[in-house]
């Protein structure tokens, strides 16, 4: 007969609280690198399906993995020379604000002087040329999103490589997988793993899709209200629109910022504003419920809390990949009955059906 060997209670929490020290810890030194091999995992998850497509066809592995870098090349290539190219024209739009700035001032101040009989003098102790060179340097600033995004210049170089040998070796990593849950039915393992890959793949390719329309709804309304460079803001507030929560509204604030500066008439931020709320209302309503769906199957609190610490420990890079991560870990979570709990605390609360021993008694309790 085996003895087992209870751990307290309290030894648990603390082998725990210790563990999460440990991750963090690990998580913030290793940010260089594991950001590139983050970003190359997904990459290689969503160029799967084209390399498993060029290999039906008899083409050799590392043919199909040198094919999809390239195309995944092209195309981040091709966004941030758009972002860039955008961002100088953007940059130069600011040289005649100085003017708007010191008129908007003096209205305020006539404003206020007419309403409320006082003067501020805000005009007076306005400093344009100030304010100008902050509104340069964080518009400039704006080049450096997609870096910031993977953590630092070598990991432009490492996320290609990361991705080409997790393409390469996608099958030899399923395999490990099997070798680490070995008590669990090997197949089943391996149908987990590829259900894992589609959740993925559905998730990155829903998004995309959610993108795409909301920089047509954003480049329609920006170009319908007269703003210059429609198609950059439009484009790159589809973009922050990975972010949940706090992309969306930097997206709009650039736009509201730069038409406010170079526009005449308060009446065009408003519009923008307008805009901005029918379209995350039909974001959030129907482009995201029908496109996404339920793929990452994430409950609300720990997304916003995933945000909170990957941002805090990744930054922009953080979170963007907190949510298919934690979508990840929920899954392998779920391979485990020792981890199950954790699995359940990741995911969306479900509805439990009440028995026949829990439904309400129609007759009244007796005293």
């Known amino acids: 007969m085996k003895k087992t060997f209870n751990i307290p209670s309290y030894l648990k929490a603390l082998s725990v609280m210790l563990f999460i020290i440990v991750l963090v810890f690990f998580l913030i030194v290793g940010k260089g690198l594991l950001i590139p091999i983050f970003m190359g995992g997904f990459f290689a998850i969503l160029f799967t399906p084209l390399s498993n497509y060029l290999e039906k066809y008899r083409i050799p592995r590392t043919i199909s993995a040198v094919i999809s870098l390239l195309l995944m090349i092209a195309f981040v290539a091709g966004l941030i020379s758009f972002i860039i190219g955008n961002v100088v024209s953007f940059t130069n ?52 999103f997609a870096l910031g995004a993977i953590g630092s210049l070598s ?23 099997v070798m680490i849950y070995r008590d669990e039915d ?14 993925i793949q559905n998730y990155i390719v829903g998004v995309g899709k959610v993108m795409v329309i909301l920089a047509v709804l954003n480049i329609i309304a920006y170009s319908l209200i007269g703003v210059k460079h429609a ?27 730069y038409s406010f500066l170079t526009m005449d008439g308060i009446i065009y931020p408003i519009l923008i504003i307008g805009c901005y709320q029918v379209i995350q209302l039909l974001e959030g309503n129907i482009l995201t419920p029908k496109i996404v769906g339920g793929n990452v199957n994430l409950n609300a609190f720990m997304t916003f809390l995933g945000l909170l610490v990957g941002g805090s420990i990744w930054g922009i890079a953080g979170m963007i990949l907190v949510i298919p991560t934690l979508a990840i870990l929920r899954e392998i979570f779920d391979l485990s009955e020792q981890t199950k709990p954790f699995a359940h605390l990741l995911g969306e609360e479900k509805d439990v059906k009440p028995t026949e021993n829990s439904k309400p008694s129609d007759e009244p309790s007796s005293d």
């Open 93 to 144: 739009d600011f040289e005649d604000v100085t003017g708007k700035l010191t008129q908007v001032a003096n209205d305020f101040d006539q404003w206020t002087l007419d309403t409320f009989d006082a003067n501020f003098n805000v005009s007076e102790q306005l400093d344009p040329y100030l304010l100008l060179d902050v509104l340069n340097k964080n518009s400039k600033s704006i080049s450096s």
């Open 155 to 177: 990991g432009l170089v490492l996320i290609p490589v990361f991705m080409f040998f997790l393409l390469l070796y996608r099958d030899h990593l399923t395999q490990m997988m």
């Open 186 to 199: 090997p197949i089943a393992v391996k149908n987990t793993i590829s259900r894992l890959r589609k959740v």
């Open 231 to 257: 198609v950059f803001f439009g484009v790159l507030g589809a973009i922050l629109n990975i972010i949940p929560y706090v992309g969306p509204l930097i997206g709009v604030t650039l736009p509201i910022i």
